[in-house]
């Protein structure tokens, strides 16, 4: 019977030998010599083919083309379809024999399956390939099979973390290798040999490919590293160092001695069991203990001359040195008596403010301008309801209240102006201080000064970190030399886990451990979305010993203890009665929880070749890492090209993508082989560096081609995005980095006394006095906070001894750079009270 061949109605055969091979495997063929229609025999045309060998999925290992192989038995033709199109018949390799045990014909057919063509459809649909068979019978299909593109990304998702770890602890060492196809396979390394857990049952690698010591050895002491490995590439993690340490623990006490000649008896112990070891504490306790003996068992002595003559040598001495301590005290004082003098300079009074000229509706009450300092007030803790204001809308005449009496007369000198001591010299000359361990030595990102009880202000340009010294924090009779740092993470390590993520920088200011009577302020940026019902923020505080403690839980803060916080925006507001190193970490809640990620473009101020690369940053939203990526690209030579973009990034555990795109092809290719880059989720939430960049590399066809035009893309998967649209010329160096961009500060880093404030010290006093008692229509420091926004922390104020000084204090954080002192005097007008008239004078009566 004639048997069609494929899809084709007839094949043609333009050789003779083709034709003789059919009629000996049992064919017959009619028709011309070009024309040939194949027939089985006749024992076989009721058989279906089956197939012997189907094509199996593959894996394209960079440009090397696979091979798929289809075998049939009986078929009298094989073809491919791949992606649901027929593979031209050219591209196919065809084998026939004959199975001797049977007589069946068997067709073996393969093809080669190259990396282009399945870059053509990747990313619409996985390219597939799959032959069908046909006899007389009918046809019959082989399964599917799939070709993939090898690779295997270069950064792994999660890498270990090194960790200290107590003797036998249990240890979680944590891996999640990179994004590869196939899936890569993982093995851990200790100091470069590989661990094998069937020979060692103390390691259990879990399916998640975690590395588990189930009991810390000594010998378990080295660097751990995670290897993933497919058939496209090998990747090795950062080594994580895992220290174990022992503890010393104590030995038995050892008996007691014999009563000795003091009637007393000792006994000891030793701290061996075990010894401390590669890092461990030592015991805590004591190591000797003794006890008075019994009159029974104390020797009886007699004291001699030489014991009368000791006694009295020993009160002699004790004397001498008690003499010798009152000159020195009060040689002392005398030095410093003229710390706490009051002011005779009137000028005072108008210092820190810019008048509106306005002049006074009464000029009965111009005697407000010359009115002599009360530095003697004593303050006392606010007595009174906390009951809210709402109605309060007359206004109360002030002309016999407190505000107008007239102050104590007297002479007093208060300390004005700016610190201008050599950085380096204050470094070099604290570095010998116990407390100064721990301050880096990067005198370009620290200020200090020297400050008495009148107060002062600390700056570090351009970070957004600053440290306010409210008046009379300081006791009287004390100078403090003071220093506010910003620490990098080299520095010290802020241990995170889970979800947490650092939102702040960490600043340290000190020394630690000075005595205040008031509470500081410091200032620093955050990174929060600002929600926190999304949160729980903490503030952490390193301790002497160097560790990280929690102090305070935003939102649940206690006006008993020593920190409070104010969150706004884009700042956190820590009052602070101890000076020391503080950060803010943060833990999301749910994963509508986000940071505020920054990104900024730079490319080469000059290029002279073909290659052009644009680096894009991806940095927590605070100034402190905007200045320091500034100041790097500055030494770079690098420069800006578009503004900087805020991206809100979600605790969803996606990656961060970005890509570019629209680049006129003529003139411009990227030498990019994927389509975007990736940076890992966990490197962003709670990697050691607070900003990660990638870079673009682009090839120019002409060195006259100077015209970039593009779209680059940044976001998170399933997430938000931001682009820019960019286009200018590489050739011009119209955005340097130390241009407008890097606005240097230009205020003092330190100011010390009345300068370092907007309200003069007098009127500060003034109105102190007349908002901290409590009045029964409510026009007292409560009023004064609703206004300010400020009602929140109503608990907070009045716990304070005088709750307005505390709000003027969180008012100068504030406003010190951008405030207005009439918008203040315009608070203090519609609350009733007089002190605004003290603001608004002209300058001529100044």
């Given at each position: 019977?004639?048997?069609l ?5 007839r094949c043609r055969?333009?050789a003779t030998?083709l034709?003789?091979?059919l009629?000996l ?5 009619t028709?011309?010599?070009h ?9 076989f ?7 012997l060998?189907e094509?199996q999925d593959e894996y ?7 091979t ?6 009986p ?7 791949c992606?649901?199109?027929w593979v031209?018949?050219?591209d196919?390799?065809?084998e026939?024999t ?9 067709m073996?057919?393969t093809?080669d ?12 649909d996985e390219y597939w ?9 009918g046809t019959?299909?082989s ?5 993939r593109i090898?690779y295997?990304r ?8 090194g960790?200290e770890?107590?003797?036998d602890?249990e240890?979680?060492l ?5 994004e590869?196809?196939p899936?890569?396979e993982v ?10 857990p069937?020979?060692?049952p103390n390691f259990f690698i ?10 810390a050895r000594l010998a378990?002491t080295?660097n751990?590293?995670?290897v993933?490995?497919?058939?496209v590439a090998r ?6 160092t895992v220290?174990v340490?022992?503890d010393?623990?104590?030995?038995e006490?050892?008996?007691w001695?014999?009563c000795?000649a003091d009637?007393?008896m000792?006994?000891s ?8 070891g ?5 015991c805590?306790?004591l190591d000797?203990?003794?006890l008075n003996?019994t009159s029974?068992?104390c020797?009886q002595?007699v004291?001699g001359?030489e014991d009368?003559?000791?006694y009295?040598?020993?009160?002699a001495l004790?004397l ?6 009152i000159?020195v ?6 030095k410093?008596e003229?710390?706490d003098?009051d ?11 810019q008048p509106?000229g306005i002049?006074p ?9 010359t009115?002599q300092p009360?530095?003697?007030t004593?303050?006392t803790?606010y ?9 309060a809308t007359?206004?109360f005449s002030?002309?016999n209240?407190?505000l107008?009496?007239p102050?104590?007369?007297?002479s007093h000198?208060l300390?004005n102006?700016k610190l201008n ?5 204050f470094?070099s000359?604290?570095?010998s201080?116990?407390?100064?361990k721990t301050l880096p030595r ?6 200090y000064?020297t400050?008495n009880?009148l107060?002062?202000r600390?700056t ?6 600053s ?7 300081i006791?009287r009779?004390k100078?403090?030399e003071?220093y ?6 080299e520095?010290?390590?802020l241990?995170?886990a889970?979800?947490?993520?650092l ?5 340290s200011c000190?020394?630690p ?8 302020i410091l200032?620093?940026?955050?990174c929060?979305?600002?929600c ?5 923020i903490r503030l952490?505080?390193q ?12 939102g649940?803060?206690?006006?008993s203890e020593?920190?409070y916080c104010q969150?706004e925006?884009?700042t956190?507001?820590?009052f ?5 190193t503080?950060a ?7 994963m509508g929880a986000a940071?505020?990620?920054r ?6 101020a000059?290029c002279?070749t073909?290659e052009?690369?644009?680096r ?15 100041q ?8 800006l090209i578009d503004?900087p973009h805020?991206?809100?990034f ?8 970005l890509?570019?795109h ?6 411009w290719?990227s ?7 990736e940076?890992?989720?966990y490197h962003i ?5 607070r900003y ?8 120019r066809l002409?060195?006259s081609?100077?015209?970039?035009t593009?779209?680059l893309?940044?976001w998170q ?25 890097l606005?240097m500060?230009?205020n003092?880093?330190?100011l010390?006394?009345?300068s370092?404030?907007q309200?003069?010290y007098l009127?500060r006093?003034?109105i ?6 409590p009045?029964p229509n409510?026009a007292?420091?409560?009023m004064?906070?609703?206004r300010?926004?400020?009602e929140r922390h109503?608990?907070f104020f009045a ?8 709000i003027?204090d969180?008012?100068e954080a504030?406003h010190f ?5 009439n918008?203040?005097a315009?608070v203090?007008?519609d609350?009733?009270?007089q002190e605004?008239m003290?603001f608004?004078?002209?300058?001529g009566?100044?």
């Amino acid at each position: 019977m004639p048997l069609l061949l494929g899809p084709f109605v007839r094949c043609r055969f333009s050789a003779t030998l083709l034709v003789l091979w059919l009629v000996l495997a049992g064919f017959t063929c009619t028709g011309s010599e070009h024309t040939a229609t194949a027939t089985l025999p006749a024992a076989f045309t009721d058989l279906l083919p089956h197939f012997l060998i189907e094509p199996q999925d593959e894996y394209i290992v960079k440009n090397k083309p696979v091979t798929l192989t289809c075998r049939s038995t009986p078929a009298t033709q094989i073809y491919f379809k791949c992606n649901g199109e027929w593979v031209h018949q050219d591209d196919h390799l065809i084998e026939r024999t004959v199975d001797p045990a049977t007589a069946l014909p068997i067709m073996q057919v393969t093809i080669d399956i190259t990396r282009q063509q399945v870059e053509k459809i990747f990313g619409l649909d996985e390219y597939w390939c799959q032959c069908v068979a046909w006899s007389t019978t009918g046809t019959q299909k082989s399964q599917k099979a799939y070709i993939r593109i090898a690779y295997l990304r270069k950064n792994f998702e999660e890498e270990p973390q090194g960790k200290e770890v107590a003797l036998d602890q249990e240890v979680l060492l944590r891996c999640h290798p990179p994004e590869g196809v196939p899936e890569a396979e993982v093995e851990w390394q200790r100091n470069e040999d590989v661990l094998n857990p069937a020979s060692d049952p103390n390691f259990f690698i879990t399916a998640d490919h975690n590395l588990v010591i189930k009991k810390a050895r000594l010998a378990d002491t080295g660097n751990y590293t995670c290897v993933a490995k497919n058939i496209v590439a090998r990747r090795k993690s950062n080594s994580a160092t895992v220290l174990v340490y022992v503890d010393g623990g104590w030995s038995e006490w050892s008996k007691w001695s014999a009563c000795g000649a003091d009637c007393s008896m000792w006994r000891s112990r030793e701290c061996t069991q075990p010894s401390p070891g590669t890092g461990g504490k030592e015991c805590q306790g004591l190591d000797l203990q003794s006890l008075n003996c019994t009159s029974e068992q104390c020797p009886q002595t007699v004291s001699g001359a030489e014991d009368v003559a000791l006694y009295v040598g020993m009160v002699a001495l004790a004397l001498c040195l008690t003499l010798l301590l009152i000159v020195v005290v009060m040689v002392y004082r005398r030095k410093k008596e003229g710390l706490d003098a009051d002011v005779a300079d009137s000028s005072i009074l108008t210092t820190g403010f810019q008048p509106m000229g306005i002049k006074p509706s009464k000029p009965e009450n111009s005697h407000l301008l010359t009115i002599q300092p009360d530095l003697t007030t004593t303050t006392t803790s606010y007595q009174g309801t906390l009951r809210s204001r709402h109605d309060a809308t007359g206004k109360f005449s002030m002309t016999n209240g407190p505000l107008l009496d007239p102050l104590p007369n007297g002479s007093h000198t208060l300390h004005n102006g700016k610190l201008n001591s050599d950085p380096s010299e204050f470094v070099s000359r604290l570095s010998s201080q116990s407390y100064f361990k721990t301050l880096p030595r990067d005198v370009a990102n620290t200020s200090y000064g020297t400050f008495n009880f009148l107060g002062g202000r600390l700056t570090i340009p351009n970070t957004g970190i600053s440290l306010l010294i409210p008046p009379e924090a300081i006791p009287r009779g004390k100078i403090y030399e003071i220093y506010l740092t910003v620490q990098r993470k080299e520095d010290l390590r802020l241990p995170l886990a889970g979800c947490q993520t650092l939102l702040s920088p960490v600043v340290s200011c000190g020394p630690p451990g000075v005595v205040l009577s008031r509470p500081v302020i410091l200032s620093m940026d955050h990174c929060s979305d600002g929600c926190l019902d999304n949160w729980a923020i903490r503030l952490k505080k390193q301790n002497y010993e160097g560790a990280w403690e929690d102090v305070l839980l935003m939102g649940e803060e206690l006006v008993s203890e020593p920190y409070y916080c104010q969150l706004e925006a884009e700042t956190c507001r820590l009052f602070s009665e101890q000076l020391g190193t503080f950060a803010l970490v943060g833990e999301s809640l749910h994963m509508g929880a986000a940071k505020r990620l920054r990104l900024v473009l730079f490319s080469d101020a000059y290029c002279s070749t073909l290659e052009y690369n644009i680096r894009v940053y991806c940095m927590d939203d605070t100034q402190d890492v905007f200045k320091e990526v500034m100041q790097m690209e500055r030494q770079l030579g690098g420069r800006l090209i578009d503004e900087p973009h805020i991206l809100l990034f979600k605790d969803s555990y996606h990656n961060l993508r970005l890509s570019i795109h629209d680049m006129p092809q003529a003139h411009w290719r990227s030498k990019l082989l994927a389509g975007y880059q990736e940076i890992p989720f966990y490197h962003i939430w709670n990697g050691s560096q607070r900003y990660l960049h990638c870079t673009f590399t682009l090839e120019r066809l002409s060195l006259s081609t100077c015209e970039l035009t593009c779209q680059l893309c940044v976001w998170q998967v399933e997430g938000e995005g931001q682009s820019f649209s960019l286009d200018f010329n590489i050739a011009k160096d119209t955005r340097a980095v130390d241009s407008e961009f890097l606005l240097m500060d230009s205020n003092a880093t330190a100011l010390a006394g009345p300068s370092a404030f907007q309200i003069p010290y007098l009127i500060r006093q003034k109105i102190c006095s007349s908002l901290d008692a409590p009045c029964p229509n409510g026009a007292d420091w409560r009023m004064l906070a609703q206004r300010l926004k400020l009602e929140r922390h109503m608990s907070f104020f009045a716990s304070k001894a005088s709750p307005t000084s505390v709000i003027l204090d969180l008012w100068e954080a504030q406003h010190f750079h951008s405030g207005n002192i009439n918008q203040l005097a315009t608070v203090m007008a519609d609350i009733g009270k007089q002190e605004a008239m003290i603001f608004l004078v002209s300058d001529g009566e100044c």
